[in-house]
């Protein structure tokens, strides 16, 4: 099969990908920029501990963290982009290579302070898309038993955000169970399932962050782009 099979393809804007594309770009040096967002505002949140133990383990990994305090973030939409907290939150969501987005799960579904805080990450800013093309992880504490209901629709939160979801993931039971006096997580399974994916993101993070404009160029975009520039330059002619 040849283009000449694809009557409706844009020639112009038509790419076949290639290997020597997608390694072209030399790998950056810099640490891996991650940031870890979490769902509760409770004084010991197991979510905000659990993102901690992922913070440190990341940083041991030789990554470049940065945790978010949701404290004080207003509701989307109640006020205006310009507030202090939504401003650090979109600048870091631009600083960032990738994301840890750990929620508990309340009512069989994330927490609508980590919903919150996804909603002020817009999918794009003055032309800048600060989430497509980079890393994310998820996670999520459970009061009960196991349950991945959050992960799940976290998952389907970072499709929609353009972001390339890892396939591993952390689903902690009775997280009050699973961290001692000194707030730090004590061995387990379920530790070792965080490390587990925290190694996972920053490979996918050294693989994806210097070819993420390559990897989100689509052929749509390119024609849509084509058909503006065509009209611009019509309208000039006139």
């Keep these: 099969m040849s283009a000449h099979d694809l009557p409706n393809i844009d020639r112009d804007q038509f790419r076949k990908p290639t290997g020597e594309q997608v390694f072209a770009t030399p790998p950056s040096s810099h640490p891996p920029r991650i940031l870890l967002l979490y769902g509760s505002l409770r004084e010991r949140s197991f979510s905000r501990l659990a993102v901690e133990e992922a913070a440190r383990l990341l940083d041991a990994m030789g990554s470049e963290t940065r945790v978010f305090d949701p404290r004080g973030l207003p509701l989307a939409d109640a006020e205006d982009a310009s507030h202090p907290k939504v401003q650090e939150l979109r600048d870091l969501a631009q600083w960032s290579e990738g994301?840890?987005?750990?929620?508990?799960?309340?009512?069989?579904?994330?927490?609508?302070?980590?919903?919150?805080?996804?909603?002020?990450?817009?999918?794009?800013?003055?032309?800048?898309?600060?989430?497509?093309?980079?890393t994310l992880a998820v996670m999520q504490v459970c009061g009960g038993s196991q349950s991945f209901n959050a992960v799940n629709q976290l998952r389907v939160l970072g499709r929609w955000m353009r972001m390339v979801t890892i396939?591993?993931?952390?689903?902690?039971?009775?997280?009050?169970?699973?961290?001692?006096?000194?707030?730090?997580?004590?061995?387990?399974?379920?530790?070792?399932?965080?490390?587990?994916?925290?190694?996972?993101?920053?490979?996918?993070?050294?693989?994806?962050?210097?070819?993420?404009?390559?990897?989100?160029?689509r052929y749509s975009e390119r024609v849509e782009s084509a058909e503006e520039v065509s009209k611009r330059v019509n309208q000039r002619s006139m």
């Design 167 to 217: 396939p591993n993931q952390s689903s902690v039971p009775k997280a009050f169970t699973e961290f001692d006096e000194n707030d730090r997580m004590v061995p387990s399974p379920y530790y070792n399932r965080i490390v587990d994916v925290m190694e996972e993101l920053v490979k996918f993070t050294l693989l994806i962050r210097d070819r993420s404009d390559y990897l989100t160029d």
């Design 99 to 134: 994301m840890v987005w750990c929620s508990p799960e309340r009512h069989g579904a994330m927490t609508g302070i980590m919903k919150t805080q996804i909603d002020w990450i817009p999918l794009s800013i003055g032309g800048m898309r600060p989430t497509q093309g980079k």
